[in-house]
């Protein structure tokens, strides 16, 4: 049987990170290599000392609750999670371009901006069935080898809230094509009529226990009713064996703490294997990041809605949102500015489940090109993306994918 010869490429004259001499980085097969093994004969890439950065992560969007690309909707004010929900079926019910459409056109545009991954948040709820579900399931498979796509079914509208809800959930995770299950907020928005909701959690955990999902619960909610249903997702966590399938979402309650409050429980979720995602929606909302990292806490960053019934803004630049985060946390110096560029890169990748990208030997062959002086000025300057690089192979350039 004959043996097909290795996919080679050589990317000649990059600084990875941004260091002060150039190199090339040798992919082979979709990995980086120390030498090109012996005959082969590669493409070769010029990189012209352009800056290679690691491909970033996106570890909360919703693709298919999109307008991006579509004629512009106009919003009324919203101050609540029925009004966002009523929005929602609202847009919904005006999209005319299909969902797996806009979803595609938004996670190419996504991967021509450097993303190598996304956790796509896809709501299931009576007034949408599964579409959602089924259309995200067809985008991942057109964009693989070129972007990974984990899809969460979400039930936005809650479910006690949905009466049908639970029945569509249940069929999602039946049907092999999602990889985690969500929740939303069991002690607030989706609380029973005596103000708890420990119903919801039942379900979810019972849900990806019987089909080997994962879990991946939004909380919105502030104060005791945001900790109560954290700390117990965490022991559900650990009584369950699920350490490190578990993710919560926002956790708004969180960045209240401080102190042994905040070390108390970093500790219990880092025991536990539950990680958190944050947006960077405010000063006052996003993850202690670093510190929670430092505890043992997998922290990953998002993007979250993309010009959407909920907000007009998101671009599903995850460059652009570490640079967000460093606005939102006041970043000053280098340090800091390459934390927040790191949670999307490194972060991300370990709330995936994917091996980190380090540009070294061994390292996935996914990077991106830019023009630049450092990590840290990129990361406030948001170059232009001329090159991304997906295992080894040129999926974007200029700003254009090209798959």
């Not at 067809?138 to 509208?157: I, K, M, N, S, T």
């Not at 502030?222 to 109560?228: D, H, I, N, S, V």
């Not at 994917?354 to 948001?382: I, K, N, Y």
Request: hydrophobic residues 45%.
């Amino acid at each position: 049987m004959m043996r097909s010869h290795p996919t080679a490429t050589v990317f000649r004259d990059v600084r990875p990170f941004g260091a002060a001499r150039s190199v090339d980085l040798v992919a082979v097969d979709g990995r980086l290599v120390e030498r090109l093994p012996d005959g082969v004969e590669p493409s070769v890439v010029e990189g012209a000392g352009r800056i290679a950065l690691p491909t970033l992560v996106d570890a909360h969007i919703h693709p298919d609750k999109t307008a991006w690309g579509e004629p512009w909707h106009s919003r009324r004010p919203a101050h609540s999670l029925p009004q966002y929900v009523r929005d929602d079926v609202e847009l919904y019910e005006h999209q005319r371009t299909p969902l797996a459409q806009r979803a595609h056109r938004l996670l190419t545009h996504a991967v021509a901006c450097g993303t190598r991954a996304v956790r796509a948040h896809v709501d299931v709820a009576p007034a949408y069935g599964l579409a959602g579900v089924e259309g995200l399931a067809q985008v991942r498979e057109r964009l693989a080898g070129v972007l990974d796509v984990q899809v969460v079914a979400f039930p936005q509208h809650g479910v006690r809230r949905a009466p049908g809800a639970s029945a569509l959930l249940a069929e999602a995770a039946a049907s092999g094509l999602i990889d985690a299950v969500g929740g939303i907020d069991p002690a607030g928005f989706d609380a029973g009529p005596d103000g708890e909701g420990p119903a919801q959690l039942d379900l979810v955990f019972g849900l990806a226990e019987r089909h080997g999902l994962q879990l991946d619960l939004h909380l919105h909610d502030t104060g005791e009713r945001g900790l109560g249903p954290l700390r117990e997702i965490a022991e559900r966590t650990k009584a369950a064996g699920l350490s490190g399938r578990v993710v919560v979402s926002h956790a708004f309650c969180v960045p209240e703490l401080a102190g042994g409050p905040l070390a108390k429980l970093a500790g219990l979720l880092a025991r536990a294997g539950v990680g958190l995602t944050t947006v960077a929606p405010s000063a006052h909302q996003v993850l202690p990041f670093g510190e929670l990292r430092a505890r043992g806490v997998r922290t990953g960053l998002g993007s979250d809605g993309v010009r959407d019934a909920w907000s007009p803004f998101g671009n599903a630049d995850m460059l652009h949102r570490a640079h967000l985060l460093g606005w939102t946390t006041g970043a000053r110096t280098d340090e800091e500015l390459a934390a927040c560029f790191a949670l999307a890169a490194d972060g991300g990748a370990e709330l995936l489940g994917l091996p980190t990208v380090t540009l070294e030997p061994g390292s996935p062959a996914d990077f991106m090109l830019v023009a630049g002086e450092c990590l840290p000025q990129v990361l406030v300057d948001l170059p232009h993306r001329e090159l991304v690089v997906r295992a080894g192979r040129v999926v974007a350039q200029d700003g254009r994918f090209t798959g």
